[in-house]
């Protein structure tokens, strides 16, 4: 489903390249400071991210964002300089969509000295899906969000559920550190056809977009199909017992049926012209991210998919309930 994408208001913005200068941004007395954290290539998503946030604080609240290429993160130097930089267009986007002040700091502001010898660790949840893939991945992300955190001093920091993990383990940092900071996180934005947005979505060609929308098919597949391939078998058969188990069909989706409608669909995406490289497809536990067993009766999970078109790696999740 695609989310309603609202009209952006232009409003000044201030632009602040230092710490010391975002330590000089005051805020008006009682008012609360939200930020979003971005890596730039700013697109409808972040500007989804910042118009939560000027929501939350209200007109006499302060809308704070981060843009930072994070060395940390990046595992090869090829994919650290192939990350697209554009701030002026983000500085656009992030004044249309409310924003008070940018915060770009350069690496020698963020780093002084090189890469910081102390770090977050982000422990076993960080060492699971996409921490497997990338390795030290989440240690550098965990290491710059809290030093954004301490810098920015916000009340609530906002960010997008297309990166559970991330958002996860930010919960999990904030709570086990004491970070007085309540994290929010804003639903995926999606393009029309169903494509998650991502600033890394433009590298792909017009044939790798086609084969790419299998990432959204699955995870909706495996929300929408299991109950509803089931209901109707059971309505054919035309008992009293048959009538209630297609009832209960409907709302009960099981941790096989949603992997293997998404698998489905996946393996049909690896036989495109321009296939699909899957790297992992998991349903698990929103908390800590481990794998969901094919017992469980219920409950929360996310369903999250990685997989390379060519040569561009994306991600996307959805929220599911399990059961009645």
């Known amino acids: 489903m695609t989310t309603a994408r609202e009209p952006m208001t232009t ?38 991210l910042i118009r939560a946030a000027r929501k939350a604080v209200g007109p006499e609240g302060q809308v704070v964002v981060t843009v930072f290429v994070n060395p940390l993160q990046f595992g090869e130097a090829a994919d650290l300089d192939r990350y697209p930089r554009t701030l002026d267009a983000d500085l656009a986007l992030a004044a249309g969509a409310g924003a008070d ?71 999990r940092m904030v709570r086990d550190l004491n970070f007085g900071v309540d994290i929010v996180a804003v639903p995926t934005v999606r393009d029309p056809d169903g494509l998650a947005l991502s600033s890394r979505n433009r590298f792909l060609s017009a044939d790798e977009r086609r084969t790419a929308l299998a990432l959204s098919r699955a995870l909706f597949a495996a929300r929408d199909r299991p109950a509803a391939q089931q209901a109707p078998r059971a309505e054919a058969r035309g008992t009293a017992e048959d009538s209630q188990a297609a009832t209960a069909a409907r709302t009960a989706v099981g941790p096989a049926a949603v992997r293997a409608a ?63």
Request: hydrophobic share 45%.
């Open 101 to 171: 002040a940018v915060f770009a700091p350069s690496v020698d502001e963020v780093y002084p000295g090189g890469d910081p010898q102390v770090r977050i660790v982000a422990g076993p949840m960080g060492e699971r899906l996409e921490g497997a893939s990338r390795p030290g991945h989440f240690d550098g992300m965990l290491t710059v969000v809290a030093k954004l955190l301490h810098l920015t001093r916000p009340d609530a920091a906002f960010f997008g559920q297309k990166d559970g993990q991330q958002l996860a383990l930010v919960r």
């Open 11 to 48: 409003a000044p913005t201030t632009l602040l390249r230092t710490a010391a200068e975002l330590d000089a941004l005051t805020r008006p007395a009682g008012a609360r400071r939200a930020v979003a954290m971005t890596m730039g290539a700013l697109h409808d998503g972040h500007a989804t």
């Open 262 to 324: 998404a698998q489905a669909v996946l393996d049909e995406a690896a036989e495109e012209s321009v296939p699909l490289v899957l790297d992992y497809l998991a349903l698990v536990d929103p908390a800590d991210f481990t794998e969901i067993p094919d017992d469980r009766q219920g409950g929360e999970a996310v369903l999250a998919v990685a997989a390379r078109v060519g040569a561009t790696r994306l991600i996307d999740n959805i929220p599911l309930t399990l059961g009645a």
